[in-house]
């Protein structure tokens, strides 16, 4: 395991997205430690089991392959170790479909814990009011 926690933050974000992409619920949710928190500018949703989370998973997978999404790139912008099983991160989403933005790119932020052998988000912050989860579409009115 890289003791980097930039490195370690990168290798989530490219496996999560990686995983939406290929709808791929198994892969994804093994990442995703329950309870887990998203948050944005307008909402907070708590998911507190594995059947939630799937759920979750499959409106959030459905609405990438509704708009013909086929780039879902999360960079990170800066991870800090917070104790030796933790790190928070922040990073910036650009989702596109045949090279145009589907919505307007956004940073995020996410924590990680390590767990049985595995590094996992315990909650995730979108920094955005036009994108919320499960949904990519913009919310007018937000």
Partial sequence: MSADPAKIYQDFLDRTGDALLANDAAAFLDHIVLPHRIMTE??????????????HF??????????????????????????????????????????????????NQVELIHRDGRWGSIWTRHFTRFVAWPDILPREGR
């Fill in 42 to 55: 307008t909402e907070t949703i708590l998911i507190e089991d594995a059947a939630t989370a799937r759920r």
């Fill in 58 to 107: 499959d409106g959030f997978a459905a609405a990438l392959r509704s708009q013909g999404v086929d780039v879902y790139v999360r960079t990170v912008k800066r991870a800090e170790r917070v104790a030796p099983d933790r790190i928070i991160g922040w990073h910036e989403a650009f989702i596109t479909s045949s090279g145009k933005l589907v919505a307007p790119r956004f940073e």
